[in-house]
């Protein structure tokens, strides 16, 4: 890439750009699946309407990421920390966009369950989300901030999140069998479940984006221990 001050001028303000569109994705992202939990819990169809027809805002800002990142490789060969920060935004956009679409798929089911009569069982929903609330916002966080030790941390944080999946899942599927007529919301509320699970993995995935941002290493299928020695670095 040539040295003169007006391209890297026009290098360094694609990649602020760059990670201003993930950021701002983010953000919208979890304020999306934030507010699928809300139409749940306070059976809000409007509410869940709306998180539906923001998913195409969400879709649109993963094509320009998209766009962006692969102008900003054409044009300027990005080297090191620069290329890294490229690839790790593309790939951050992609998970985004994937917890969009379970934020999606909530709101849809809770549409469901909002014209049935109000299902008590649905506040265990709540702390499952909150668990998978916190790994979003630390997973965004380790990549805004270049904490690679934060995103490496998340991955010990998800197993309690799988486990609270399990023994939810497992309530309501005794639910289906002890409760007459209700079966269809409890069969809803364990695939609201089992997207906020899959929202703990693909913030997981985020994290390692953050790590391999940050320090240049791939910690995908890393043990537990080796994921530990990021906080000794």
């Given at each position: ?47 869940a309407n709306s998180v539906i027809a923001d998913d195409d805002e969400i879709d649109e800002l993963e094509r320009s990421i998209d766009k962006l990142g692969m102008e900003i490789l054409v044009k300027y060969h990005p080297l090191a920390s620069d290329l ?150």
């Amino acid at each position: 890439m040539s040295n003169s001050p007006h391209i890297l001028r026009d290098f360094d303000h694609a990649i602020s750009t760059l990670k201003g569109e993930v950021l701002r994705m983010a953000a919208k992202t979890r304020h999306n699946l934030e507010r699928a939990i809300q139409a749940l819990l306070e059976r809000n169809s409007e509410l869940a309407n709306s998180v539906i027809a923001d998913d195409d805002e969400i879709d649109e800002l993963e094509r320009s990421i998209d766009k962006l990142g692969m102008e900003i490789l054409v044009k300027y060969h990005p080297l090191a920390s620069d290329l890294r920060l490229v690839v790790a935004s593309m790939k951050i956009s992609m998970n985004l966009e994937r917890i969009a679409d379970h934020s999606v798929s909530i709101a849809k089911r809770a549409k469901k369950i909002t014209t049935t009569h109000e299902l008590s069982d649905v506040t265990l929903v709540e702390p499952i989300y909150s668990l998978a609330d916190h790994l979003l916002r630390d997973a965004i966080s380790s990549y805004s901030d270049g904490n690679g030790p934060l995103g490496a941390s998340l991955y010990v944080r998800d197993k309690e999140l799988d486990k609270m999946h399990k023994e939810v899942t497992a309530q309501f599927s005794a639910r289906i069998e002890d409760t007459v007529g209700r079966s269809q919301e409890y069969l809803h509320l364990i695939i609201i479940v089992r997207s906020l699970e899959r929202v703990g993995d693909l913030s997981c995935n985020i994290g390692e984006d953050a790590v391999f941002l940050e320090h240049a290493r791939d910690i995908r299928h890393k043990s537990k221990a080796e994921r530990e020695l990021m906080d000794e670095d």
